[in-house]
């Protein structure tokens, strides 16, 4: 079997706040003539340099080839949230795939976040890691909805960390008269999230995982193994390989294409607010409110406002992020007009239909997770050592994974981005009503 990717832009680390206070990393070299592996990985964001590094640490030897930078996708440009659980509560998984799996799936869900609070101690990753997510529910009516799922998380999960809030709570810990109560979630978190990827790649460096930056993938041939081929003409032949580019890899897997797909999100970085900051968050937890387009946001270690608002569901970024952005915070924080943002970027993730990751056995030597839809952080790196752990045999958890029910886009890979355009803009219509 064998695949031709379409094109893509290599751009590097997207101009950001992220950037801007990365810390150092060195770069690695592309990809030049041929090279055997016992594994090969596609992408360099989370799930891609959490197979790579748990593989290495377990002996095995392993390629991994990232088109742009290392963090340069969603990886690196996200809001930064760890949240409890998956993309969807645990009522609907309850009902999606029974109450047996959907307690896997919590308890999967509290390794993730166990495994990133390990990850970054271990391997002494500086991305300015903290506790604490604020979920705010900008309509009345969803408030006892809320509270109702706290308490139900507290007596069928143990989980006893969500605090539910009052319109009066809440307003004490955000500066907005937007929301009407919600929850604080003190298992959750927040970090910076390139300097997470950049600590992942140095630890997979350092396990003996092999890096290639400025190699991107143009074609899969699959037979006893797989060949890889880059657009510099150099190759991997490898017993496996592991699709980890989530909404970047779109064009290069049919396979994955009619399962996920790519959108883009959008981020700006306030100047440093000085006072106000703690008017405007008054704790070190982060934001997350209930629009199905979710507004999110944080305080940055300098005193910025790191708001993240909009999507656009083209295959390009916008240009004038901050013009994009503004509308949708100064509707939580109107009295921001007058402050500068000095940074906007914007990032590519992957979704699928029921909001739920993508993780299949795609061959007897391709294997595929993406479509977090937004929940990557805390559940990418835990997704790639799952991956790991079924090139070394061990299939029990990446089978409950596979029994996710995710169906394929209506329309097929041609049709799918009109419906979908037309789907998620009735959704955000909602938002605003």
Not at 4 to 25: D, E, I, K, Q, R
Request: glycine share 12%; aromatic share 8%; net charge positive.
């Amino acid at each position: 079997m064998q695949r031709t990717a379409a094109p893509l832009n290599p751009a590097g680390h997207a101009s950001s706040w992220y950037a801007a206070t990365a810390v150092p990393c060195p770069s690695f070299p592309p990809l030049l003539g041929e090279v055997r592996a016992d594994v090969c990985v596609l992408g360099g964001g989370y799930t891609g340099l959490s197979a790579a590094l748990h593989l290495a640490e377990a002996g095995f030897s392993v390629v991994l080839l990232e088109a742009a930078r290392v963090g340069s996708g969603a990886s690196g440009r996200n809001g930064g949230q760890i949240h409890s659980g998956q993309r969807r509560d645990q009522e609907f998984l309850e009902k999606a795939v029974g109450r047996q799996d959907a307690r896997k799936l919590w308890s999967l869900a509290e390794e993730a976040k166990a495994l990133v609070r390990d990850l970054v101690q271990r391997h002494a990753i500086a991305c300015d890691l903290r506790d604490g997510l604020i979920l705010a529910d900008h309509k009345p009516h969803f408030v006892a909805h809320s509270h109702a799922y706290a308490r139900h998380l507290a007596d069928t999960y143990g989980y006893g960390e969500i605090e539910p809030l009052s319109r009066e709570q809440m307003r004490a810990l955000v500066g907005s008269s937007a929301y009407f109560g919600g929850v604080l979630d003190k298992g959750a978190g927040h970090l910076h999230p390139l300097n997470f990827a950049l600590g992942l790649a140095k630890a997979a460096q350092a396990a003996g995982a092999v890096i290639h930056e400025g190699t991107r993938v143009v074609k899969v041939e699959e037979g006893a193994g797989v060949r890889v081929t880059t657009d510099a003409g150099g190759t991997v032949s490898a017993g496996f390989l592991l699709e980890c580019g989530n909404g970047l890899m779109d064009g290069l897997d049919r396979r994955v294409d009619s399962h996920v797909m790519p959108i883009c999100n959008y981020v700006v970085a306030t100047e440093p607010l000085g006072e106000v900051a703690r008017q405007i968050i008054a704790s070190d937890a982060a934001v997350a409110d209930s629009r199905f387009v979710v507004n999110y946001f944080r305080l940055s270690g300098d005193g910025r406002l790191l708001f993240g608002g909009g999507e656009s569901y083209r295959r390009s970024l916008r240009a004038d992020v901050p013009g994009f952005v503004r509308p949708y915070m100064l509707k939580i924080f109107p009295q921001l007009a007058d402050v500068r943002i000095d940074y906007g970027w914007g990032g590519v993730l992957g979704i699928t239909l029921p909001r739920l990751p993508f993780v299949r056995r795609l061959s007897d030597h391709v294997l595929v997770s993406a479509g977090y839809c937004g929940q990557g952080v805390a559940l990418a790196p835990l997704f790639g050592k799952i991956l790991a752990e079924a090139v070394r045999g061990r299939i029990e958890r990446f089978d409950l994974l596979q029994r996710l029910p995710v169906p394929a886009f209506p329309g097929g890979t041609l049709v799918r981005y009109p419906l979908l355009v037309a789907g998620l803009s009735y959704y955000a219509l909602r938002d605003r009503l």
